[in-house]
């Protein structure tokens, strides 16, 4: 039994790993890795597994650092199921379409460029149709259901309390009767997070696999930092400035909906902001605000209680979602006071850039962060006092005001993360740190060490660590029981997008004459049967593509 480490080993992006036991591979998490050039790049590099050697996946949660590069599974060939909780897949439904569409357009800027300078094109890391595909074997599982994956192995998920649907992952590995017990905490928030439940422990392990983005660091906001971003807000429209909110599509800004609400209702505020629009501004935020509300059967007891009480939690007097590409321009001419809220939360992509580039050099102007702000993104750089960032080329000087308030994070501190730890029944053997960054995960280990006495590792990236198997006889009640797809019959989309990219691969061979070891005879036996198989190749792909009564 071993776990492999493949993603977010030493950094905070990038989620992926492979648990192998019983003779199958579980995956858990398959994200991309966001922040500088350097670390984007990863994301292109060959996958250091065969996807076909894959039995199960398992995704703690929809955000993209944890489900991104799952279409890129599909694209290598992976048919087998993604297993979540119900609110993480209709959350998947539209964000990893959203990131397919961006690497669609991304790629497509840059073959631009690429064709003016009589450079080859390059191919997105993945297509919208590999995300269909990807989307169409998502499974949702219930919040504490044991699930027998087969007989071996069975898994349960349980509510981290990090965003909507966001889970910890306890992997049950059975043998010779007797149990190992792996747990993975994922992304853990904090307590009294508005909407989202509190984390829950993982009881008991043998190993833990746990995060540690704030492994050393305290919050410097504990509670109420509504309060210090009112204020903040406050000052500047009182100048006649706008406030640029940089936030995830997905938490933050259905957090920063509720905290307006909740804010401009109970401490009656609205003296000062009855006439200040707030703006979302970002195509994925306003479809996300709708996933929460047809998923509020997970709110926490307080919305629940607000919305039996009458109240949407997620609107409030002058909140206005833009419509069209042109709203979100007027935005930019309009100097009137007013609150923008748009993504990407760490301003490497998205609509957020634009406001930027034309705000940033304002004297009046606010841009308040309230989330995490990776190493090399330009969020960071804000965040950390950049005089001046390229923006679409441009160097932009920064006049404005730069805040943070890390009262929002949705990841629990050093205290929350050690109350974590002490509040596990059966404390694991060994503990490894993943998702943080060096000064957070060293720290973090030696107070471990020191605190709890439990041996803990750091992985690196590609690094392995082999399991001892437990001792232990566990009883373990099953409320549902999976069976491993085997997709004899592929679906329509997955034959047309299978076959389109043969033939491409099979025509670019040909054109850049990789086949050069053949003799000239076989060379035209090859051309001869290829020609004629392609034919017929494109001329079932239209048939296919246009026949809407081929069974499905």
Not at 94 to 120: P, V
Not at 258 to 284: E, G, H, M, R, T
């Amino acid at each position: 039994m071993k776990i492999r480490f493949y993603g977010s080993a030493k950094e905070v992006t990038g989620s992926n790993m492979i648990l192998e036991a019983a003779g199958k591979k579980v995956m858990i998490d398959c994200g991309l890795f966001q922040g500088s050039s350097a670390t984007k790049a990863k994301n292109f590099e060959e996958l250091k597994y065969n996807v076909n050697d894959i039995d199960y996946v398992l995704l703690t949660h929809s955000h993209i650092d944890h489900s991104g590069r799952i279409p890129l599974l599909y694209k290598k060939g992976y048919r087998g199921n993604i297993i979540c909780t119900k609110a993480t897949k209709d959350l998947c439904d539209i964000m990893l379409i959203d990131s397919a569409n961006i690497q669609e357009s991304d790629t497509e800027y840059k073959n631009h460029k690429r064709n003016r300078a009589g450079l080859e094109p390059l191919e997105p890391l993945y297509t919208i149709d590999d995300a269909n595909i990807a989307l169409k074997h998502f499974i949702a599982v219930q919040y504490h259901d044991l699930i027998k994956l087969d007989d071996n192995i069975s898994v349960k998920f349980t509510d981290s309390g990090h965003m909507l649907g966001s889970s910890s992952i306890t992997i049950y590995v059975t043998e010779n009767k007797k149990t190992t017990i792996i747990g993975f905490t994922s992304d853990l928030g904090k307590k009294n997070t508005p909407i989202i439940n509190d984390p829950e422990v993982i009881e008991k392990c043998d190993y833990l696999i746990m995060e540690s983005t704030y492994g050393n660091r305290q919050h410097k906001v504990k509670s109420h930092p509504e309060e210090l971003m009112f204020d903040i807000i406050e000052e500047t429209i009182n100048k006649g400035g706008t406030v640029i909110i940089p936030s995830f599509s997905v938490g933050r800004t259905q957090e920063m909906i509720y905290a307006f609400n909740k804010n401009l209702a109970i401490k009656k505020k609205l003296s000062i902001f009855d006439k200040v629009p707030v703006y979302i501004d970002s195509p994925l935020s306003t479809s996300a605000t709708e996933v929460y509300k047809k998923n509020t059967q997970f709110f926490d007891d307080e919305a629940k209680q607000y919305i039996l009480s009458g109240n949407n939690p997620l609107d409030f007097p002058n909140l206005n979602f833009t419509k069209s590409v042109e709203d979100s321009k007027f935005l930019n001419r309009d100097d009137s006071p007013k609150i923008i809220i748009s993504s990407s939360g760490m301003c490497d992509a998205g609509r957020i850039r634009h406001h930027l580039k034309h705000n940033l050099y304002k004297k009046k102007t606010t841009v308040l962060f309230v989330g995490y702000q990776a190493v090399g993104s330009l969020g960071r750089l804000l965040a950390d006092g950049a005089k001046s960032v390229k923006i679409f080329g441009d160097t932009i000087d920064v006049r404005a005001r730069i805040e943070m308030i890390d009262g929002f994070s949705g990841h629990g501190d050093m205290d929350d993360l050690d109350e974590y730890i002490s509040q596990i029944k059966e404390k694991p053997e060994k503990i490894f740190l993943v998702h943080g960054e060096d000064d957070q995960l060293y720290p973090f280990a030696e107070r471990i060490k020191e605190k709890f006495d439990i041996d803990t590792y750091i992985p690196d990236s590609f690094a392995y660590f082999e399991l001892e198997k437990g001792d232990k006889t566990h009883e373990l009640t099953h409320d549902r029981v999976l069976t491993k797809n085997t997709y004899d019959k592929l679906t329509l989309l997955e034959l047309v997008t299978d076959v389109k990219r043969q033939v491409k691969d099979i025509s670019e061979l040909i054109a850049y004459d990789e086949i050069n070891h053949l003799t000239e005879k076989q060379i035209e036996t090859f051309i001869n049967l290829y020609s004629g198989m392609r034919k017929n190749i494109n001329n079932l792909v239209k048939e296919v593509e246009h026949n809407t009564k081929v069974d499905k």
